[in-house]
T-cell receptor, first 112, second 116 residues
Framework: GQQVMQIPQYQHVQEGEDFTTYCNSS?????IQWYKQRPGGHPVFLIQ???SGEVKKQKRLTFQFGEAKKNSSLHITATQTTDVGTYFC????????????WGLGTSLAVNP | NAGVTQTPKFRILKIGQSMTLQCAQD?????MYWYRQDPGMGLKLIYY???????DKGEVPNGYNVSRSTTEDFPLRLELAAPSQTSVYFC???????????????FGDGTRLSIL
């Protein structure tokens, strides 16, 4: 079945270092969404990418959607302790776009 | 707006007991979802609904039931609670897809459920 894979599963960085998480889909996606979940919290929508090769920025966060629309990445420049949490990517189910197929997430820890 | 409201926030059940997790949204969203999240894991879809009176199974529906009598409310029923149902349960909603990409999901704060 359709799968969305994320790597790495965990990442520890020193505050100020950069961080990247990668999302790979087994199928071509019409769009991809990114969410952040703080420890003990709920997932919060960050951004949606729709176009092939699209790049969007939110302050220190840069999101990319691959040319083939099968992969995506989230890059954080100069991490801060407020970036701690788990980052999930999700794409629509190819057979039913009312549902999302979720990656397992990348957990980011930032040492001050 | 309150967004998506879940109650209760915490609950401990004994094996075999039943309970209903409540979820309400005030954004007039057609789509609503129930997920469970086990420690350190991702989200697994239990049930979803695309409108009042319409529900469908997700990937892990066994042991659960849902109903959607109104646009606002989407309760999740656990019958005969089992230890394997210990988890954090999230309710989410999104607006209907007319054309273009599916819409972002808005999550409630979750219900932390332990079955002992």
């Amino acid at each position: 079945g359709q799968q969305v894979m994320q790597i790495p599963q965990y990442q520890h960085v020193q505050e100020g270092e950069d961080f990247t998480t990668y999302c790979n889909s087994s199928t071509t996606l019409s769009n991809i969404q990114w969410y952040k979940q703080r420890p003990g919290g709920h997932p919060v929508f960050l951004i949606q990418l729709v176009k092939s090769g699209e790049v969007k920025k939110q302050k220190r966060l840069t999101f990319q959607f691959g040319e083939a629309k099968k992969n995506s990445s989230l890059h954080i420049t100069a991490t801060q302790t407020t970036d701690v949490g788990t980052y999930f990517c999700a794409g629509p189910d190819a057979g039913n776009n009312r549902k999302l197929i979720w990656g397992l997430g990348t957990s980011l820890a930032v040492n001050p | 707006n309150a967004g998506v409201t879940q109650t209760p926030k915490f609950r401990i059940l004994k094996i075999g007991q039943s309970m209903t997790l409540q979820c309400a949204q005030d954004m007039n969203h057609n789509y609503m979802y129930w997920y469970r999240q086990d420690p350190g894991m991702g989200l697994k879809l239990i049930y979803y609904s695309v409108g009042a009176g319409i529900t469908d199974k997700g990937e892990v529906p066994n042991g659960y039931n849902v109903s959607r009598s109104t646009t606002e409310d989407f309760p999740l029923r656990l019958e005969l609670a089992a230890p394997s149902q210990t988890s954090v349960y999230f309710c989410a909603s999104s607006s209907r897809v007319r054309q273009g990409p599916n819409q972002p999901q808005h999550f409630g704060d979750g219900t932390r459920l332990s079955i002992l």
